[in-house]
């Protein structure tokens, strides 16, 4: 089942402006991660994050968890073109693999 | 990072006919393969869990008769729809988790497969 749900599910800006998206989830998680899809094509792991922590980094993008809230933000920074894309949280419950993934969120940058 | 391929990557068939996706991963051997189903505009839903030698785990609601899984060795995995119906046209994705000790197990994924069912 759909245990992650995204807003905004849509997201349109300029580029060089930041873009922010939130995935919020229902159960207990070992990891939460966050992918991207361009249109028809597979999926590309961006970054993930444990349940034990609270904060990520990975080049410009910036990932926190709340566990209290049971929610997480993927915040990409100085967004280009190239990042028009699908967005997907997917939250893993236990070791072995098994992700439930959001609704997604569809990024558009213009130039 | 490692790579997963599948094949076909398109695929049209007449209703009635059986599909087979085949799911490999080219540099790593994966004992646990994932399959995804993708309708237009939504999320990813897991099929099924592919365990190399043995049985495949299917969601509810996933019908194990319709969506034949075989793991049959550590870098293969198949999916076969069987007697496919429009409602089965769709996008197929599989991932492959790679195995590694005392850490997190990465889960790549393919291209996908587009079904389209006349």
């Known amino acids: 089942s759909q245990q992650g749900e995204e807003d905004p599910q849509a997201l349109s800006i300029q580029e060089g402006e930041n873009a922010t998206m939130n995935c919020s989830y229902k159960t207990s998680i070992n990891n939460l991660q966050w992918y991207r899809q361009n249109s028809g094509r597979g999926l590309v792991h961006l970054i993930l994050i444990r349940s034990n922590e609270r904060e990520k980094h990975s080049g410009r993008l910036r990932v926190t968890l709340d566990t209290s809230k049971k929610s997480s933000s993927l915040l990409i920074t100085a967004s280009r073109a190239a990042d028009t894309a699908s967005y997907f949280c997917?939250?893993?419950?236990?070791?072995?693999?098994?992700?439930?993934f959001g609704q997604g969120t569809i990024l558009t940058v213009h130039p | 990072g490692a790579v997963v391929s599948q094949h076909p990557s398109r695929v049209i068939c007449k209703s009635g006919t059986s599909v087979k996706i085949e799911c490999r991963s080219l540099?790593?051997?994966?004992?646990?393969m994932f399959w995804y189903r993708q309708f237009p505009k939504q999320s990813l839903m897991l099929m099924a869990t592919?365990?190399?030698?043995?049985?495949?785990?299917?969601e509810q609601g996933v019908e194990k008769d319709k969506f034949l899984i075989n793991h049959a060795s550590l870098t293969l995995s198949t999916l076969t729809v069987t007697s496919a119906h429009p409602e089965d046209s769709s996008f197929y994705i599989c991932?492959?988790?790679?195995?590694?000790?005392?850490?997190?197990?990465?889960?790549?994924f393919g291209p996908g497969t587009r079904l389209t069912v006349l």
């Open positions: 540099d790593f051997q994966a004992t646990t």
């Open positions: 997917a939250t893993e419950r236990t070791s072995y693999g098994k992700l439930t």
């Open positions: 592919s365990n190399e030698g043995s049985k495949a785990t299917y």
């Open positions: 991932s492959a988790r790679e195995p590694r000790t005392g850490g997190y197990n990465e889960q790549f």
